[in-house]
Nanobody, 113 residues
Framework: EVQLVESGGGLVLPGGTLRLSCVVSGFTVGSTIMRWYRQPPGKERELVAAISGPDGIIGYGDSVADRFTVSRDDITNTVYLQMSSLKPEDSATYYC??????WGQGTQVTVSS
């Protein structure tokens, strides 16, 4: 059974950091493209970051490119999103996604003072 389980969200002050995790079962993260999306309340889902398993190519959305870092651990089969210099506009539910079309349940990030 395929599962993507996100964690690590929470309430953080502006300028703070968070690290999101996506633990995957049912396939290896190194075999496909893994993505992080986010969806603020009342808005469309947007792509935040992507990491390609086979060739290691990484990409970011324009609004996070200099603040977020995506990585993966092939041993634990986990994909991470390290977020720094967080802004209130980063508040959203963050989702892990695979190129195969699987989604996690999401983890809520709130950036507020």
């Amino acid at each position: 059974e395929v599962q993507l389980v996100e964690s690590g969200g929470g309430l953080v002050l502006p300028g703070g950091t968070l690290r999101l995790s996506c633990v995957v079962s049912g396939f290896t993260v190194g075999s496909t493209i893994m993505r992080w999306y986010r969806q603020p309340p009342g808005k469309e889902r947007e792509l935040v970051a992507a990491i390609s398993g086979p060739d290691g190519i990484i990409g970011y959305g324009d609004s996070v490119a200099d603040r977020f870092t995506v990585s993966r651990d092939d041993i634990t089969n986990t994909v991470y999103l390290q977020m720094s210099s967080l802004k209130p506009e980063d508040s959203a539910t963050y989702y892990c996604n695979s190129q195969f079309g699987h989604w996690g349940q999401g983890t809520q990030v709130t950036v507020s003072s």
